[in-house]
């Protein structure tokens, strides 16, 4: 048994910063790469950051340059730094690992206020 939680989110105003944890446990042999993806309301979960175990990195463009991502592969653990947060950044931010299969967290909430 996999389990994944993420912890950090909550609500910050316009232009502020939080940052994500996410620790995976249980069964696993070799996490291959770890992300975080988000949801909005009436939206479809989307990609946000990439970490391989290798440390290369990939972001989508709606974040580049505002948020960093970083692994520590040795604790199963992986974090999402926010800066300069904005409203439309309002979303559940999961935390995905792929080791044998790919795992799930159940979402933190983010809220950026105007």
């Known amino acids: 048994q996999v389990q994944l939680v993420e912890s950090g989110g909550g609500l910050v105003q316009a232009g502020g910063s939080l940052r994500l944890s996410c620790a995976a446990s249980g069964s696993i042999f070799r996490i291959n790469t770890m992300a975080w993806y988000r949801q909005a309301p009436g939206k479809q979960r989307e990609f946000v950051a990439i970490?391989?175990?290798?440390?290369?990195?990939n972001y989508a463009d709606f974040v580049k340059g505002r948020f960093a991502i970083s692994g520590d592969y040795a604790g199963n653990t992986v974090y999402l730094q926010m800066n300069s947060l904005k409203p439309e950044d309002t979303a559940v931010y999961y935390c995905s690992i792929r080791a044998a299969a790919q795992y799930w967290g159940r979402g933190t909430q983010v809220t950026v206020s105007s």
């Open positions: 970490i391989t175990r290798g440390g290369t990195t």
